[in-house]
């Protein structure tokens, strides 16, 4: 086996996915977002899989991380076409919270340079409504930094495709030879 085969970089693609996944496991709890979190959680479990398969010579795992790759492609696009308003959706329903609270994405008070003159210094204590806080101006508005999450899984899950094809395929050719 070398250093670049297909099973090598199953494995690599795996680990970047599971640490950009746990990345945006966080933040969706910071902003409540229970339908992500249940999603993530459950996509973290599916690369923990698909990696095991790719290091354990099991194709029967990385077929199901692989059926579960279309699964997250499907999410994703779902959560870009929320976050910008594209099929009827709109980034200000309460869907992704399941509808059980008022919360929205941590980025949209917290993005990179939000102003928000309604934040006191000492934190959130004297709020009883995050939704009611606003930010005056930021360098990148919320939704984008949410399509720039889901983009960046969509293009690692279209990469683990491909590669978890080309790894099923080596390692029945090579259960096929042995037989």
Request: negative net charge; aromatic residues 16%; contains cysteine.
């Amino acid at each position: 086996m070398g250093c670049c085969s297909g099973r090598c970089m199953l494995a690599l693609l795996c680990c970047v996915q599971l640490i950009t996944a746990v990345e945006r496991q966080v933040f969706d709890f910071l902003g409540y977002q229970w339908a992500p979190i249940m999603v993530n959680f459950f996509h973290i479990i599916m690369v923990i899989l698909g990696l095991f398969g790719a290091v354990q010579y099991q194709s029967r795992y990385i077929i199901v991380y692989l059926l579960w790759m279309f699964v997250w492609v499907g999410w994703n696009v779902f959560v870009s076409c929320l976050y910008l308003d594209m099929g009827g959706l709109s980034k200000d329903s309460n869907i992704l919270s399941l509808g059980v609270s008022s919360h929205s994405s941590w980025w949209k008070s917290n993005g990179p340079g939000c102003q928000s003159p309604n934040l006191p210094s000492d934190g959130w204590q004297d709020h009883q409504n995050p939704k009611l806080t606003t930010v005056l101006s930021c360098w990148l508005q919320y939704q984008y930094i949410e399509v720039l999450h889901s983009t960046t899984q969509l293009l690692l899950s279209l990469l683990a495709v491909v590669y978890s094809c080309y790894v099923v395929s080596i390692f029945s050719e090579e259960e096929s030879y042995y037989k």
